[in-house]
């Protein structure tokens, strides 16, 4: 088991999905959690019933992530009752999968500012209030390499994820290491909506393991970025 003991860990859009499974594993190594959510308050209680009852420490706050103001309360109210924010994980985002002709003004407005704002405000904040030598993990997409039809408006957003991931970890400084990961199709609810059996089995066969991804999978790719076994690599 990796050891997180005394760690605060916020994790972005962690009601359910893959940051729900990275909030749950986490925490069962030993982190104190902040599951962060916009609109899914019953489910966000539900994963912090699961960690408390798996013997871990947890809170829910309520916050949009593409409000500065709504950010930097959720900055500030993690800081208060934890005393510390040492991990920050972006994982809120939104996905609309259309086709660049199909797509409204709405559509592009609402996954920039999720996906690409949302990282912004919450750099911002990190800038000042993460504490020193701590981590940053931003969430992008396989989507910016294998140019899918229906994704050009998401893999933009993501793809900007990783520009801002790649020039901030030389701005911020203070022992903080950023990084971003790249999860493919992973089976989450908001993966499989809409999407077709033919394309569900396309999207398998292009993985080693001949399946799509499942959350687990990735929390523990964020459970390695966010432990001091990477930070040990990285000081050498």
């Known amino acids: 088991m990796t050891n997180l003991n005394n760690k605060v860990i916020l994790v972005t859009g962690s009601s359910k999905g893959i940051g729900k499974e990275v909030a749950i594993l986490l925490a069962k190594n030993g982190a104190k959690i902040i599951v962060n959510h916009s609109n899914s308050q019953k489910e966000a209680d539900a994963t912090v019933a699961e960690i408390t ?14 409000d500065r103001v709504q950010v930097t309360e959720l900055f500030n109210k993690s800081i208060e009752v934890f005393g510390k924010i040492d991990v920050l994980i972006n994982n809120a985002g939104t996905m609309i999968s259309k ?30 209030k993460l504490a020193d ?12 390499k294998l140019m899918l039809p229906t994704y050009a408006i998401y893999s933009a957003t993501k793809a900007a994820v ?6 901030f970890a030389k701005e911020i ?4 290491s950023v990084n971003a990961i790249a999860p493919g199709a992973t089976e989450t609810e908001l993966f499989m909506n809409g999407k077709s059996q033919e394309f569900i089995d396309k999207l ?16 523990r790719v964020v459970l390695f970025l966010a432990s001091d076994i990477l930070n040990g690599f990285l000081d050498k």
């Open 204 to 219: 398998s066969a292009m993985n080693a393991f001949n399946r799509l991804a499942q959350p687990i999978d990735i929390a």
């Open 133 to 144: 030598n701590g981590i940053i993990i931003n969430f992008s997409s396989s989507t910016t």
């Open 173 to 176: 400084g203070r022992g903080i």
């Open 53 to 66: 009852q798996n013997g871990g420490e947890a809170i829910v706050i309520k916050a949009d992530v593409s």
């Open 99 to 128: 086709k660049l002709k199909d797509a409204t003004q709405d559509d592009f407005t609402k996954q920039f500012e999720v996906n690409v704002r949302g990282v912004f405000n919450t750099l911002q904040e990190a800038d000042s």
């Open 162 to 167: 990783e520009q801002i991931t790649r020039v």
